[in-house]
């Protein structure tokens, strides 16, 4: 247990419709990550926070994505309108400063029928 | 575009015996170096991780390397067992300050009893 949760686990959802997922990191990480993974590749980078501070995002990020961690602690990552090219399973990480390994948490793998 | 890959996409080993996967990156830039495991429906799991200023680091039976002048990350599974069995992948960081990882496609290994 690496101690970053993630909520919901599976996420069905119809076309057009918004899901909204949640990261709670270990305690004491200031950084958070977000990634999403598709069958049989590896993780692919979405965006970062420092604290509160959104210092990068991904161009995979579409102005659909947004992602929050306002006070610093859990983060939220909202998709709007889904298509079905979102289905995927969306995974948080969290670390200490800059070159600290990062962990990952369960993931919440999300359907888009 | 910069990426990281692995040579071989599955690799099946005896029980009690070695594995070593193998990545390649082409990242010079690139000063910290991850691997990971990820079991089915998980998420990824910290192996162990090594900088740009060592060529070799050892933890609980899994020892990496780094070849920097090749660009080339090993990981070495000492005396394997059925619970080594997996997705593994390396990951990079691309040199950035936000420590971003990039990940290869994944090895999956088999443990045969």
């Known amino acids: 247990d690496t101690g970053v949760s993630q909520d919901p686990r599976h996420k069905i959802t119809k076309r057009g419709q918004n899901v909204t997922f949640r990261c709670d990191p270990i305690?004491?990480?200031?950084?958070l990550y977000w990634y999403r993974q598709t069958l049989g590749q590896g993780p692919e980078f979405l965006t970062y926070?420092?604290?509160?501070?959104?210092?990068?995002k991904s161009r995979l990020l579409s102005d659909r994505f947004s992602a929050e961690r306002p006070k610093g602690s859990f983060s939220t990552l909202e998709i709007q309108r889904t298509e079905q090219g979102d289905s995927a399973m969306y995974l948080c990480a969290s670390s200490l400063p800059a070159g600290s390994e990062q962990y990952f948490g369960p993931g919440t793998r999300l359907t888009v029928t | 575009g910069e990426s990281v890959g692995l040579h071989l996409p599955t690799l099946s080993v005896q029980e009690g015996d070695n594995s070593i996967i193998n990545c390649a990156y082409s990242n010079s830039a690139s000063d910290y170096f991850i691997w990971y495991k990820q079991e089915s429906g998980k998420g990824p799991q910290f192996i162990i991780d090594i900088r740009s200023n060592m060529d070799k680091r050892q933890g609980q039976r899994v020892t990496v390397l780094l070849n920097k002048t090749v660009k080339h990350l090993s990981l070495q599974i000492a005396a394997t067992q059925p619970g080594d069995s997996a997705v593994y992948f390396c990951a990079e960081n691309g040199g950035a300050a936000g420590n971003k990882l990039t990940f290869g496609g994944g090895t999956r290994v088999l443990v045969k009893p």
């Open positions: 305690s004491e990480h200031n950084r």
């Open positions: 926070f420092q604290n509160e501070a959104q210092l990068e």
